[in-house]
């Protein structure tokens, strides 16, 4: 069963960094592409960032100067660095594998920023 664990959230005040990480398990194949979503309260989740397993690499505007997401095939692990932080950059951050067309998503991992 693939499962997917997502660790490093926590809160950091204004302009401050995290990084957050998320380890899939279950599965002997690589993930096609590995992503990072976030939910704010009372918002639908969107797109922070996604890498394919050559390295392609999508952001979403908001976030693009200020986080990078990076991953290790061979760990079958994602990373996203999120430096110069805002408030509005809080929320449940939510990893999610995609193997073809087979999606798992993590349970999630709060961030929050203060201002």
């Known amino acids: 069963q693939v499962q997917l664990v997502e660790s490093g959230g926590g809160l950091v005040q204004a302009g401050g960094s995290l990084r957050l990480a998320c380890a899939a398990s279950g599965s002997i194949f690589t993930p096609n592409t590995m992503g990072w979503y976030r939910q704010a309260p009372g918002k639908q989740r969107e797109l922070v960032a996604t890498v394919t397993s050559d390295g392609i690499t999508n952001y979403a505007n908001s976030v693009k100067g200020r986080f990078a997401i990076s991953r290790d095939n061979a760990k079958k692990t994602v990373y996203l660095q999120m430096n110069s932080l805002k408030p509005e950059d809080t929320g449940v951050y939510y990893c999610?594998?995609?193997?073809?067309?087979?999606?798992?998503w993590g349970q999630g991992t709060q961030v929050t920023v203060s201002s």
């Open positions: 999610k594998g995609s193997w073809w067309s087979l999606d798992y």
